[in-house]
């Protein structure tokens, strides 16, 4: 019973927070953008030169789709940065100038990454940012925000007044997601799981990749 009571005042105090934190970016988008009068605009993707990939990385921090993705950009002569985050206290990846997952110990109580990483993520002058995240994640949803690119790209959620062009992509159904939280961590720690996490993910690049290859600019 106490324990009941102390885990269930955990989750309402998680809910609350999550919340708040919900509102403060809500305001702070607002704030941006008026400040900043950024207009949209579309980059075409032949002469974008550097892009900022951002994704939720999966528990075991492989993100091998992620990487293929690198790959594939880089490939078209793309020079690539890509930030992620785990909800982790610590995540085990080495954080690199090009490449780095955030993790709770760099990120503030309202979910912002904290100023050093500000500063490094709005240092770099980005052609085009790819936001690959299937859900409202608020640090990423901070470094897409902040990120100093000409034109933002993502699925369409409740960042579309920051994103310059957005697809909409169908949700996964909850049958598809284990109820027992014990079995989901346990498929969490398998290859197979991994495959699965990024599906969306990967439709979701692809999708915006062929779009994003059709758009025609006369800069």
Not at 33 to 44: H, I, S
Not at 149 to 174: N, T, W, Y
Not at 200 to 213: G, V
């Amino acid at each position: 019973m106490y324990l009941t009571i102390i885990v269930t005042f955990a989750e309402e105090h998680a809910f609350e927070m999550k919340k708040l934190n919900q509102y403060i970016l809500k305001r702070r988008v607002a704030k941006f953008l008026k400040e900043t009068n950024r207009a949209k605009r579309y980059v075409d993707y032949k002469n974008a030169s550097t892009i900022l990939l951002i994704f939720e990385s999966d528990y075991i921090e492989k993100n091998r789709f992620i990487r293929k993705a690198i790959e594939v950009l880089t490939a078209d002569g793309k020079k690539v940065f890509a930030w992620g985050f785990l909800d982790k206290k610590m995540t085990s990846t080495a954080i690199l100038p090009t490449f780095k997952i955030l993790d709770r110990s760099t990120i503030d109580w309202f979910g912002c990454p904290k100023t050093p990483y500000l500063k490094e993520l709005m240092e770099v002058q980005y052609d085009m940012v790819i936001d690959l995240t299937l859900t409202d994640i608020i640090p990423l949803q901070y470094v897409c925000l902040y990120s100093n690119a000409s034109m933002k790209s993502g699925m369409s959620r409740s960042m579309d007044d920051v994103l310059d062009f957005v697809i909409k992509i169908p949700q996964p159904e909850p049958q598809d997601i284990p109820e027992n939280e014990e079995e989901r961590r346990k498929i969490e720690f398998q290859d197979l799981n991994e495959s699965l996490f990024h599906t969306d993910q990967q439709y979701l690049f692809e999708q915006l990749i062929f779009y994003l290859k059709r758009i025609k600019t006369n800069d």
